[in-house]
């Protein structure tokens, strides 16, 4: 850290909790020297090494790829889901983007359907539980017919990468006031809507990955667009329109029950 | 140790049909009583999974974030390999065959490669029917690209991010079978060992990541797919998790492990900035395609890229390989960039990048044309390093980033293990001594989707012993023994003078390989490799602090047990790499260069597959061979001159 332009030191008050069952608080540590050019998550990795180094437990923190595409990493910075910066997920999220002096609240996605397993870790499995329900085309291995017997036109082909680009994190989940995963179904839905591989389960998927998403303890959709805001990947809230005319359509007209 | 490769007899087109004949099958009713343990979720364990309940086996899938989605793989960029020839530009399934072998330097077995090449396209038929938004022409059909030097545009993709798409296929799959209930779904749990009961692959034994419970768990069958060890560097592409831990631990049971020097070393990917750096960024190869490669022709110029006038660059590879230029194979670029930057060539603040540079491609065909093309690479680039690639030509410098290397499999994908699988980056088995783009993808696929629903079953009829006990003698005595090893490693937490963080102790590792087992080795670096190695693991036993309990969610000590392993491990990777004194693929030895300082092979002696057998912990791993007979092709040397 050759450049002293570049450093600069901050307050983080640190969401600390145990587990599940114990109560949790905010705790404040400085942050030491940080460089400009650092990832959020690798101002962490400073923070934990001289915490370890202190004999404490370091803040536990989920991550994986660190580039924006696993979706494991995301907590709350200063209020909002993944940070400030538009579509970029917290592991994106470079401190030059931050100010000498600055304090800094981190704390975990807290939503209904996300239980807290540790500081800063919660458990999404609730998402998955969701695809389980239906984010798929039912096709066994083998079965396949040859690929370019199914056209696709470019523009459907894109829009459906645009919403198959998702990476579960759950974000939208945590910034929404009512803890809805529409976003997070309609991004599915969508995708799988647009194709003519997705059609003949069209209708039963709507409707049992919503009927799920109630039971699962997510909230309604009350069009806030708090998730839109806050998702790393930009899915767009045409998805949530798109998903209430598969539901609606599924619930008058089909047979699927 | 016996190396038999099963490879089915008879001529080279006709052995995968052949074989699928000849094996036993089970029975449809059997198929319900047994249990297979799949650890891993990326390509290649979500495609096993979902594949095997579907034939109805009953599968248990183990990983160790929190949702299977988040393997790995879903950070694969480029694309993959088929040889559907929809271009009509001459490929078929014998050139994609011959493209892999002649890309690995002939040391990949002919019978697995052509098998991969031929099930190529049966991947992207299944792929398209679940869904998977590949990009495609304006007439509806998939489009192609052509990736990683080759001469055909074989390449399927989705934007910069078709391992995403096609784990989100698999995923899917696997969530299916979930919601069918014939895959038992466990994420959050570190496999730490394999349980192995008269000689054959019994269960494993895990760590439950949220509550720290050690669990033993049996079944038929265990396939691993757990992935490379990239990791052993400690500063790769790889996901921060990737690790060696579950392949090692079958190694110390007895699965060779086979060419672990074997790594590949990517050329593009954004240099390192600073000590406190966790891992690296690749930029997709693609940018090769325009970009064009050079430094300063002074070594130890400062000035600014804009301020060196044209005479005074050194477009290094255009200049030494004229017919493929930029587009030299991985391995080529890679070596090229470190010779710069030895001879002091190197930019950037630590003089450890080149350029690569846009500037004449914008001229040629517009920024708006450039934009478009690589639009997503340049914002991800400019978001970690604050430059505009379009006004400041691009700074790159190579990075681990795959592993050919892996545990020892027959035709079958069976380890040495009976009854322990081995498919995807965790097995040795089709890439030889360097992979060409975007065929990892297509093999992890392979395995999890084609080769492994076909084998299994001729592992499982034919086994003699069908009671698997997990709460027997053999789980017992495996779960103890991992029981102490974290004892072990907790039992030095703690501050006090003279210890360190395990990040401290794996960066010590990493550098040390990246110096002598990196992209160039020789003699006397990788000998003293081998004597540090067991000098830093000791202290690590000593002084490594690792705090909190065993009890909870403790992310310091899921650490420190991976980074234990690589410590071992890259012992056999050292190893290995001086038993080979040839030049092949990814590994230079400095000894074997031709005149001109490419690498120089040498079939009469190293014409083999390397495959180690555990003896412990402080003795060196015995050898075995398994020759390599080319009967299909005749081994050139490569050349890109
Ligand atoms: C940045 C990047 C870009 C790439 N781009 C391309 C590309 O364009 N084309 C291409 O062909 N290849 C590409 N590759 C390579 C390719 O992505 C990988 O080789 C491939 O995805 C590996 O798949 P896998 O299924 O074998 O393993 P992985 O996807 O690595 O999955 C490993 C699984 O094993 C689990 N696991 C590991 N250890 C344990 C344990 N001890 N206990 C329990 N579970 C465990 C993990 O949780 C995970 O689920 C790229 C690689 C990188 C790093
Ligand atoms: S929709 Fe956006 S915020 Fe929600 S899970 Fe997907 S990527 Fe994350
Ligand atoms: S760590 Fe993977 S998206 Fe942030």
């Known amino acids: 850290m050759s450049d002293t332009s570049k450093i600069i030191n901050l307050t983080l008050k640190i969401w600390r909790q145990e587990n599940g069952a114990s109560a949790g608080a905010f705790k404040n540590y400085p942050s030491g020297p940080i460089s400009t050019d650092m990832s959020f998550l690798e101002m962490l990795d400073v923070v934990n090494e001289a915490l370890t180094r202190q004999g404490e437990e370091p803040v536990a923190f989920d991550h994986d790829c660190r580039e924006g595409i696993c979706g494991a990493c995301g907590t709350v910075i200063n209020g909002q889901a993944h940070g400030h910066q538009q579509g970029t997920t917290l592991c994106q999220l470079h401190m030059r983007n931050f100010k000498d002096g600055d304090t800094i609240v981190i704390e975990p996605f807290r939503s209904r359907a996300f239980p807290l397993i540790k500081d800063l870790i919660v458990d999404r499995s609730a998402l998955d539980t969701l695809v389980a329900e239906g984010g798929y085309v039912s096709v066994n291995t083998g079965g396949a017919i040859e690929a370019n017997t199914i056209l696709v036109p470019q523009q459907t082909a894109d829009q459906a990468l645009d919403a198959s680009e998702c990476i579960g994190c759950g974000a939208c989940v945590a910034a929404c006031p009512n803890g809805s995963a529409m976003l997070f179904v309609s991004a599915k839905v969508s995708q799988l809507a647009l194709l003519p591989q997705g059609k003949p389960e069209r209708a039963k998927r709507a409707l049992a990955m919503v009927r799920k998403m109630d039971e699962l303890g997510f909230g309604n959709c009350g069009n806030e667009r708090e998730c839109e805001a806050a998702c790393p990947k930009q899915i767009s809230i045409t998805n949530i329109a798109r998903l209430n005319r598969e539901f609606f359509k599924a619930s008058l007209f089909s047979r699927e029950k | ?641």
């Open chain 2, 1 to 641: 140790m016996l190396l038999d490769a099963k490879i089915p007899t008879g001529p080279l087109v006709e052995k995968w049909d052949k074989h699928r004949f000849d094996l036993k099958l089970v029975n449809p009713a059997n198929k319900r009583k047994f249990d297979i343990i799949v650890v891993g979720s990326g390509l290649a364990g979500a495609s096993a999974s979902a594949s095997l309940a579907e034939m109805g086996y009953n599968v248990k899938t183990f990983c160790i974030q929190d949702s299977p989605r988040r393997a790995h793989s879903i950070a694969a960029q480029g694309g993959i390999n088929a040889a559907k020839n929809y271009q009509n530009d001459g490929d078929s399934i014998f050139r994609l065959f011959y493209d892999t072998i002649k890309g690995g330097d002939f040391r990949a077995r002919e019978a697995n490669v052509y098998r991969l090449a031929q099930v190529s396209n049966n991947i992207i038929d299944q792929c398209v029917a679940q869904g998977v938004p590949f990009a495609r022409e304006y007439g509806g059909g998939l489009a192609n690209r052509s990736f990683g030097g080759a001469q055909v545009s074989r390449t399927f993709y989705a934007r910069g991010q078709t391992g995403q798409q096609l784990l989100l296929g698999a995923y899917g799959a696997l969530m299916r079978q979930v919601k069918l209930g014939k895959v038992t779904m466990l994420p959050r749990q570190e496999m730490l060992d394999l349980v192995v009961e008269d000689g054959v692959a019994r269960g494993i034994v895990t760590r439950n990541l949220i509550t720290g419970a050690i669990e033993c768990h049996g079944a038929h069958a265990v396939v691993l797919a757990t992935g490379g060890y990239g990791n052993a560097y400690f500063l790769s592409t790889n996901a921060m998790a990737s690790n060696v831990t579950a392949a090692f631990r079958a190694y110390k049971r007895g699965a060779a492990m086979a060419n672990p020097c074997f790594v590949q070393i990517h050329p593009t990917c954004i240099p390192v900035h600073g000590d406190y750096q966790s891992k690296l960024t690749l930029m997709s190869e693609s940018l090769r395609n325009d970009g064009r490669v050079w430094v300063p022709i002074k070594p130890g110029d400062k000035r600014a890229p804009a301020d060196i006038p044209e005479a005074e660059r050194d477009y290094y590879l255009e200049k030494k390989y004229p017919s493929f230029g930029n587009l030299v194979p991985r391995d080529v670029a890679s070596r090229n960039a470190k010779e710069q930057c030895d001879a002091g060539k190197g930019v950037g603040e630590t003089g450890l990048a080149v350029y690569l540079d846009f500037a004449d491609a914008i001229k040629r065909d517009s920024l708006a044309t450039v934009q478009k093309k690589y639009g997503n690479l340049f914002h991800m680039y400019e978001k970690i390093t604050d430059q505009n690639p379009t006004e400041r030509p691009m700074m790159i410098y190579p990075a681990v980033h795959y592993t050919m290397g892996g545990l020892w499999v027959d035709y079958n994908l069976m380890s040495t293990i009976p009854g322990l699988f081995v498919l995807g980056e965790a097995n040795f088995s089709d890439h030889g001594a360097n992979r060409l783009g975007a065929s990892a993808l297509m093999q992890g696929l392979a395995d999890g989707y084609f080769v492994i629903p076909a084998t299994i079953g001729g592992y499982l009829a034919g086994m003699a012993n069908r009671n698997i006990d997990p709460k027997g003698q053999t789980f017992l005595a495996t779960r103890k023994e991992a029981e102490g090893r974290i004892s072990r490693l907790l039992a030095g937490s703690g501050k006090g003078a003279g210890k360190r963080t395990v990040d401290d102790f794996h960066r010590q590792l990493g550098l040390l390989l990246w110096e002598h087992c990196g992209m160039a080795r020789n003699e006397k670096g990788l000998q003293e490799a081998l004597k540090t190695i067991p000098a830093i693991r000791e202290e690590f036993w000593h002084s490594a602090i690792v705090p909190g309990t065993g009890e909870s969610l403790n992310q310091s000590l899921e650490r420190a047990g991976r980074v234990a392993d690589f410590l071992e491990f890259a012992q056999v990777m050292v190893v290995d790499a001086l038993q080979r004194k040839e030049s092949c693929g990814c590994h230079l030895r400095e000894e074997s260069q031709t005149p001109e300082n490419e690498a120089l092979r040498d079939d009469s002696n190293y014409s083999h597959v390397a495959a180690w057998e555990y003896t412990g912990t402080d003795t060196l791993p015995t050898l075995h061979k398994e020759p390599l007979s080319f009967e299909n092709v005749q081994p050139s040397q490569r050349s890109y001159k």
